[in-house]
């Protein structure tokens, strides 16, 4: 069956749930097509890719190395591999990509220890940094050897020039990396109004993540060595990490076609565009909060409570619902894509505190709880002073009375006990005591499952937010 012929549904449209949905831009697709001719050198010796290091060169600095890379999370892991011995370690947001969305690979295929740290914004700063920049010499703690930080960040905000100058001297200070995830680099780019040098090279940066996938790419990235020294092993960590393209020009290609004219700024550019009208819209929505300022194509708006359930049900959203890191007040994030498609978004519930609006949790409601529990206490007080209980030669033969039929009340008993203050222990020595070791035991061990049970999803109940 030809894609021509499959059926016309709304599959195809353009949604916010995630940036990996949208189609390569027009002009990638025609620059792959123009690769696709006769044979050419693999794994790098062929024409394009040289062509790719000789732009790279004169968009960055004329020191710079290219390593394209399958994607993202490939060029992060490579770039930092690359970067650090075996006993390193990197410094980075709690909110960073590394962190969060990449499955472990720094850790499991890199071999990387990452010391992770909350950020205002998703942005590191030179005393954040200094907080983790200690224990140098200890061989009971990895070394600090390397900052990474994410231009744009998670979080849609943008370091400024002055930003990232002051961390690489900071981090430079300490004899360590700089590296930058620059996956949404050019929306940064586009938003600062500055050239992908000046927020790089310029600024310090050691080692670049160069992102091209979320700006229109069908799937090329870079490792981008700003500073050589910087990083060693390239040429074989790629392999060794299952980077290295036989077919090289095919990404170079496309890495050609959005960087050698203005395509990724236009792209870029575009996507930003596209979120600030987002956000204008939501803006007018009196029940929307924006928490977080529109610098690059993120959007993330805090949704009235209860209100995620209607929006998960408006077609054209779709939206997806993970938790996101750094932002525990952020319901809905939404990143317009540069070449007029939707990126990716996430849900997180906003927290039932008293700031939260709608969502917080009515004083009357805890009290009335603290009340229930309190007056369950009282009660067995009261129980334990004022009923006379048979003595145990009665209630003996009283078990033995009733059977199958006094065991599964008892049972019953038992499990309620757990839910209450009192100790299960006095149950289980009651079942001893009327039924012997052998099925007293059996009688307890299923009483005390059942009250856990039932305990666990009181807890639950008394304990969860209000929709």
């Given at each position: 069956m030809s894609i021509s012929s499959l059926p016309d549904t709304d599959q195809h449209r353009r949604t916010f749930a995630s940036d990996n949905y949208s189609g390569a831009h027009p002009e990638v697709m025609a620059a792959l097509a123009e690769a696709n001719v006769g044979h050419a050198p693999a794994y790098g010796d062929d024409p394009w890719t040289a062509q790719l290091k000789e732009l790279v060169g004169r968009l960055f600095a004329p020191e710079a190395e290219v390593h394209p890379v399958f994607n993202g999370t490939g060029a992060n892991v490579i770039g930092l591999q690359a970067a650090l011995p075996r006993w390193g370690a990197v410094i980075c947001a709690y909110s960073a990509h590394i962190q969060n969305d990449e499955g472990a690979a720094p850790e499991k295929t890199g071999g990387l220890k990452l010391l992770a740290l909350d950020a205002p914004d998703g942005k590191l700063t030179p005393e954040l940094v200094e907080g983790r920049a200690w224990g140098w010499g200890d061989p009971h703690r990895a070394q600090p050897l390397a900052v990474s930080i994410t231009q744009s960040t998670e979080l849609g905000t943008c370091y400024t020039p002055d930003e990232v100058r002051a961390l690489a001297e900071c981090t430079h200070r300490y004899g360590m990396v700089l590296h930058m995830d620059g996956s949404r680099l050019g929306n940064a780019a586009a938003?600062?109004?500055?050239?992908?040098?000046?927020?790089?090279?310029?600024?310090?940066?050691?080692?670049?993540?160069?992102?091209?996938?979320?700006?229109?790419?069908?799937?090329?990235?870079?490792?981008?060595?700003?500073?050589?020294?910087?990083?060693?092993?390239?040429?074989?960590?790629?392999?060794?990490?299952?980077?290295?393209?036989?077919?090289?020009?095919?990404?170079?290609?496309?890495?050609?076609?959005?960087?050698?004219?203005?395509?990724?700024?236009?792209?870029?550019?575009?996507?930003?565009?596209?979120?600030a009208r987002l956000r204008r819209g939501l803006e007018e929505i009196p029940e929307v909060g924006l928490d977080l300022p529109t610098q690059a194509n993120v959007v993330f708006a805090v949704l009235p409570g209860g209100q995620e359930s209607s929006a998960r049900g408006l077609p054209l959203l779709r939206l997806a619902w993970p938790p996101w890191p750094g932002a525990s007040d952020v319901l809905l994030r939404h990143h317009p894509g540069g070449c007029g498609c939707a990126r990716r978004c996430g849900v997180r519930r906003r927290p039932m505190t008293s700031e939260a609006g709608d969502g917080a949790e009515p004083a009357w409601l805890s009290l009335l709880r603290n009340a229930a529990l309190?007056?369950?206490?009282?009660?067995?007080?009261?129980?334990?002073?004022?009923?006379?209980?048979?003595?145990?030669?009665?209630?003996?033969?009283?078990?033995?009375?009733?059977?199958?039929?006094?065991?599964?009340?008892?049972?019953g008993l038992y499990a309620a006990v757990g839910l209450t203050p009192i100790p299960v222990t006095v149950m289980a020595a009651a079942a001893g005591v009327l039924y012997g070791v052998a099925l007293g035991s059996i009688v307890a061990v299923i009483g005390v499952t059942l009250g856990a049970w039932g305990a666990y999803w009181l807890a639950r109940l008394l304990g969860s937010e209000p929709c």
């Amino acid at each position: 069956m030809s894609i021509s012929s499959l059926p016309d549904t709304d599959q195809h449209r353009r949604t916010f749930a995630s940036d990996n949905y949208s189609g390569a831009h027009p002009e990638v697709m025609a620059a792959l097509a123009e690769a696709n001719v006769g044979h050419a050198p693999a794994y790098g010796d062929d024409p394009w890719t040289a062509q790719l290091k000789e732009l790279v060169g004169r968009l960055f600095a004329p020191e710079a190395e290219v390593h394209p890379v399958f994607n993202g999370t490939g060029a992060n892991v490579i770039g930092l591999q690359a970067a650090l011995p075996r006993w390193g370690a990197v410094i980075c947001a709690y909110s960073a990509h590394i962190q969060n969305d990449e499955g472990a690979a720094p850790e499991k295929t890199g071999g990387l220890k990452l010391l992770a740290l909350d950020a205002p914004d998703g942005k590191l700063t030179p005393e954040l940094v200094e907080g983790r920049a200690w224990g140098w010499g200890d061989p009971h703690r990895a070394q600090p050897l390397a900052v990474s930080i994410t231009q744009s960040t998670e979080l849609g905000t943008c370091y400024t020039p002055d930003e990232v100058r002051a961390l690489a001297e900071c981090t430079h200070r300490y004899g360590m990396v700089l590296h930058m995830d620059g996956s949404r680099l050019g929306n940064a780019a586009a938003h600062l109004g500055a050239s992908l040098a000046e927020i790089t090279a310029d600024a310090g940066v050691d080692v670049l993540s160069l992102g091209g996938t979320k700006n229109g790419l069908m799937g090329a990235e870079a490792v981008v060595v700003l500073r050589p020294h910087a990083a060693l092993g390239m040429e074989y960590l790629r392999k060794t990490n299952m980077q290295l393209g036989s077919k090289m020009r095919f990404l170079s290609a496309q890495l050609l076609a959005l960087y050698e004219g203005d395509l990724w700024h236009r792209s870029a550019a575009h996507a930003n565009a596209m979120a600030a009208r987002l956000r204008r819209g939501l803006e007018e929505i009196p029940e929307v909060g924006l928490d977080l300022p529109t610098q690059a194509n993120v959007v993330f708006a805090v949704l009235p409570g209860g209100q995620e359930s209607s929006a998960r049900g408006l077609p054209l959203l779709r939206l997806a619902w993970p938790p996101w890191p750094g932002a525990s007040d952020v319901l809905l994030r939404h990143h317009p894509g540069g070449c007029g498609c939707a990126r990716r978004c996430g849900v997180r519930r906003r927290p039932m505190t008293s700031e939260a609006g709608d969502g917080a949790e009515p004083a009357w409601l805890s009290l009335l709880r603290n009340a229930a529990l309190g007056g369950v206490v009282l009660l067995m007080i009261w129980l334990v002073f004022n009923v006379d209980l048979p003595s145990v030669d009665a209630l003996q033969q009283m078990a033995a009375d009733w059977g199958l039929l006094g065991i599964l009340a008892f049972i019953g008993l038992y499990a309620a006990v757990g839910l209450t203050p009192i100790p299960v222990t006095v149950m289980a020595a009651a079942a001893g005591v009327l039924y012997g070791v052998a099925l007293g035991s059996i009688v307890a061990v299923i009483g005390v499952t059942l009250g856990a049970w039932g305990a666990y999803w009181l807890a639950r109940l008394l304990g969860s937010e209000p929709c």
